[in-house]
Antibody, heavy 120, light 113 residues
């Protein structure tokens, strides 16, 4: 399984970005995918997930209403649309795949991350 | 939100010796299925995290049996044990609760040789 993120960039506060994660080596449909971020020098923070069974989405409170997770199974791609970006959103964003499609067990595959910098 | 607290913050170990990392949850991670919803990750320097343990005590594919996880009957206290530590085990270890969103990580334990 290989996950490859892209789309990270420098953006001013209030701006928008769309991150992409391309998945290969596995049937994409039916797997639970997540975004996890890591601010510079800090620990890991779960951001959002989209469940493999029903496509339901979940978000951490810090990004609710600003970020939207989606997927396109025809392209084996996961997305994170990030609007109204804040300085505190600056981080390396990882996409990750869960062991299970229906419940969370743990992320057994991770991408290399894409860097989002929000600064004026 | 479920708060995950790890200890110690850092750990210096000698190759060949054992090391233990603790993770405490503010809420029981015991599910009605009997599963304890906790995962352990290792983030080696400059790398993405890798899954070591899921459901508290199950080793992920390819993880050496030197790594073992356990959890209390209450579902709030968990331990990652590394037997016969090797140089390649250095990095930051994180626990993460998988019981309910928002999924939350512990602050990390840095292991040095």
């Amino acid at each position: 399984v290989h996950l490859l993120e892209s789309g990270g960039d420098w953006v001013q506060p209030g701006g928008s970005l769309r991150l992409s994660c391309t998945v290969s080596g596995i049937t994409f449909s039916g797997i639970t995918m997540s975004w996890v971020r890591q601010a510079p020098g800090k620990g890991l923070e779960w951001v959002s997930s989209i469940m493999g069974t029903d496509g339901s989405t979940q978000y951490t409170d810090a990004v609710k209403g600003r970020f939207t997770v989606s997927k396109d199974s025809s392209k084996n791609a996961l997305y994170l649309q990030m609007n109204s970006l804040r300085v505190e959103d600056t981080a390396l964003y990882y996409c990750a795949k869960d062991l299970r499609p229906d419940v969370y067990w743990g992320f057994d595959s991770w991408g290399q991350g894409t860097l989002v910098t929000v600064s004026s | 939100d479920i708060v995950m607290t790890q200890s110690p913050l850092s750990l210096s170990v000698t190759p060949g010796e054992s090391a233990s990392i603790s993770c405490r949850s503010s809420h029981s991670l015991l599910k009605s299925t009997g599963n304890k919803c906790l995962a352990w990750y290792l983030q080696k320097p400059g790398q993405s995290p890798q899954l070591l343990i899921f459901l508290a005590s199950n080793r992920a594919s390819g993880v050496p049996d030197r790594f073992s996880g356990s959890g209390s009957a209450s579902g709030t206290d968990f331990t990652l044990k590394i037997s016969r530590v090797e140089a390649e085990d250095v990095g930051v270890y994180y626990c993460m609760q998988t019981l309910q969103p928002p999924l939350t990580f512990g602050g990390g334990t840095k292991v040095e040789i």
